[in-house]
């Protein structure tokens, strides 16, 4: 869920009203003011997938190749999105997480720390 790009003419709204957001409403409509504000980010985004079974994602690369291309669409100029600049996302979960990201055509280059969460091996 988008909740809002950064630097006044870059605000993007969300209906809040349409989600179904039980105890977590007031921390969607009140994100923390010290991110919001921070300059180092071209947008900040969340994520809630609660019929998956996940009430907040703490940094959702899959989702953020999505939200690439539209924030370079909107926050970068054409010469801007022919040389791949860097888009700086924050992802406002109680982890929180900082994203570099590329658009290179239909493709999304990112980078950033990471959390190892699960390991498998696949036998073929």
Not at 3 to 30: F, K
Request: hydrophobic share 40%; glycine share 6%.
């Amino acid at each position: 869920v988008l909740i809002t790009a950064l630097g006044g003419a870059r605000t993007e709204q969300l209906d809040l009203q349409s989600l179904s957001l039980n105890d977590q409403s007031e921390s969607v409509r009140a994100p923390r003011p010290d991110i919001v504000n921070d300059k180092r980010f071209d947008f900040v985004s969340r994520c809630f997938f609660p019929l998956c079974g996940v009430n907040e994602d703490p940094v959702t690369g899959s989702a953020h190749c999505s939200l690439a291309p539209y924030w370079a669409a909107k926050l970068l100029t054409a010469e801007e999105q022919e040389q791949s600049k860097t888009l700086v996302a924050y992802q406002a979960s109680a982890r929180g997480g900082v994203l570099q990201l590329n658009v290179k055509g239909d493709r999304v280059v990112m980078a950033g720390p990471a959390v190892t969460t699960m390991r498998t091996k696949v036998v073929v």
